[in-house]
């Protein structure tokens, strides 16, 4: 009976087995690893801005007074505003009628003549009976960061309430405050549907951005000289309490 046969082969074979598993061991422990440390640092900004927001998120009933509503584009359909963007509104239209803000900054994409966010939101609110003067429009919010830095390097702003949907809400606040912005965020509900989680998921390398943007601070794709719609907004509301 030779080595390779019977229990002695079969003790060799099994050795063997052994030895090649415990060879590989080693490799698939870093290789997990990896993988976990990669999924780490992935979420890791994720985490920060659920715990950077804090009890600053919330509804428009619990939203706290604030001089101005920041709405953030959220695409068009044939020109009108989607119907996400369309939900961004009606909250803030919704702030305005409580009382809660005296002026409301939309600030979108006009990058092309063919594509402007900025008047199809302005238009929207001034439908719902929102004054036009008391309607700011930014025409350069290409990104969340551009948005908000503009906000107030630009137009001024130093307090406000931010609405966007439930899951970007929070990265907003975050850049936002970063931007030298006092912030409340209303985050709009939506149902969960395939949209809703696309936007969740957007939302994982969106943190990483907003992350560097909050660290690095760059200046807006545009910045231009200082913007006056804002003040005149507040104005023309503080001239309308003292006309009561």
Known sequence: MGFGSGIPGLVARRARGLGRRLGRRPVQRRLFQLVTVGCSLALAPSAWLWLAAGDRVGTVASA???????????????????PYLAHRLDAAAELYGAGKVRAILVTGDNSRASYD??????????????????????????????SCTRAH??????????????????????????AGIESYAVGVPEARDATWLYGGFREIPGAGKAALNAWLRPDPLFLG???????????DAGREQSAR
């Open 153 to 178: 390097r630009i137009f001024g702003v130093d307090r406000a309430v931010l609405v966007s949907q439930d899951f970007h809400v929070r990265r907003a606040l975050a850049l936002c405050e970063a």
């Open 117 to 146: 966010e900025t008047d199809a939101m302005r238009g929207y609110l001034i439908g719902l009976g929102v004054p036009e003067v008391r309607v700011v429009g930014d025409y350069a919010g290409f990104d969340t960061w551009d």
């Open 225 to 235: 000289p200082d913007e006056q719609g804002i003040p005149r907004a507040l104005a």
């Open 64 to 82: 706290p007074p604030a001089p101005v509503a920041v709405v953030f584009g959220a695409g068009l359909f044939d020109g009108r505003p989607s």
